[in-house]
């Protein structure tokens, strides 16, 4: 499970996010689990200003590759934080 830190200020609502990408539904704070194609099964959880999401990969794996476009457009409207960003804070969670 990766933990992607919410930047601060950043207000976004994530339970609609995964709706208006994936078209699932489901409390995020509770946690909630669904599929997309290209990326597998993905759990979801919101904790304050932190995002958890876990992923089972597919056992097809499909060549569209515009499916990680999709997912990293979702996780910055969702963090605040590019691609970049992100990166950086990999290595500043502490494990």
């Known amino acids: 499970m990766r ?3 919410i930047k601060r200020g950043h207000d976004a609502d994530v339970g609609a ?12 704070t509770t946690g909630m689990k669904f599929e997309v ?3 597998g099964t993905i759990g979801i959880r ?3 200003s932190s ?3 876990g992923i089972e990969p597919p056992k097809k794996v499909c060549g569209d590759y ?3 476009k999709k997912w990293n457009t979702f996780l910055f409207e969702a963090t605040g934080k ?3 960003e992100r990166k950086k804070d ?3 969670i502490k494990k």
């Open 82 to 84: 590019g691609t970049k």
């Open 3 to 5: 933990e992607y830190r």
């Open 17 to 28: 996010l995964v709706s208006k990408y994936f078209g699932a539904k489901g409390n995020v």
């Open 46 to 48: 919101q904790e304050k």
């Open 66 to 68: 515009s499916v990680i």
């Open 90 to 92: 990999f290595g500043k």
């Open 51 to 53: 995002l958890f999401v």
């Open 37 to 39: 194609e290209g990326i």
